[in-house]
């Protein structure tokens, strides 16, 4: 299975202000994903980041709030811009691999503090 | 709507009796489903996929497509169980994102 890092694992930021997260695989993958996890909620997927264009996003996500970037096939950046308190969140990169079988890794997650 | 239900927040148990922790599903074509972990201080990580049939640290869970369901079940639970399980959903192919469900933390008791 795909290994995956994120940083920062934590940050506290002040609100309007913007914290970039960023992903790091160590293989190439074709699918990788942000999710958000808030306090004592289930995960909720942002956005699908696709390498070389755009990122799709789901209904209730837009690209100036979180804009995401995906240069290459085993790295991809979250941006949570222009923060207040309820962005507070546990921020999850995750990649998908396979199609038949499809199987979906989770790195360890970004805890993010609007303060 | 592609809908995961997970209807316990909480399910508590002593060592050694049956486990099910109970998942319904809300799609109308073909799924697929998959149970996935997290141990306190760990990273999520994928337990079973329902297309693989496997049981993984005693655990199965069955598809019952008419009951639109995904239940995991373990027959005796050990302490090392405890944890917050996620039933999820993977509807379209095309996308390969996941739909979760909320979450259903087992506590196993000495």
């Known amino acids: 299975s795909a290994v995956i890092s994120q940083k920062p694992s934590r940050d506290i930021c002040q609100r309007g202000t913007s914290l970039t997260i960023q992903c790091q695989v160590d293989s190439q993958v074709t699918m990788m994903f942000w999710y958000r996890q808030q306090p004592g909620q289930s995960l909720t997927l942002i956005a699908t980041a696709n390498q070389g264009s755009e990122a799709t996003y789901e209904s209730g996500f837009v690209i100036d709030k979180f804009p995401i970037s995906r240069p290459n096939l085993t790295f991809s950046t979250l941006t949570v811009s222009n923060m207040s308190p309820e962005d507070s969140s546990i921020y999850l990169c995750?990649?998908?691999?396979?199609?038949?079988?499809?199987?979906?890794?989770f790195g360890p997650g970004t805890r993010l503090t609007v303060t | 709507a592609q809908r995961v239900t997970q209807p316990e927040k909480l399910l508590s148990v002593f060592k050694g009796a049956p486990v099910e922790l109970k998942c319904n599903y809300s799609y109308s074509g073909s799924p697929e489903l998959f149970w996935y972990v997290q141990y306190s201080r760990q990273r999520l990580q994928l337990l079973l996929r329902?297309?693989s049939r496997e049981s993984i640290k005693g655990f199965t869970a069955d598809l019952n497509k008419g009951e639109t369901s995904f239940h995991l079940k373990k027959p005796f639970a050990q302490e090392e169980d405890s944890a917050m399980y996620y039933c999820a959903l993977r509807g379209s192919s095309n996308t390969g994102k996941l739909i979760f469900g909320q979450g259903t933390t087992l506590q196993v008791k000495p």
């Open positions: 329902h297309i």
């Open positions: 995750s990649v998908g691999q396979g199609l038949s079988t499809y199987e979906q890794y």
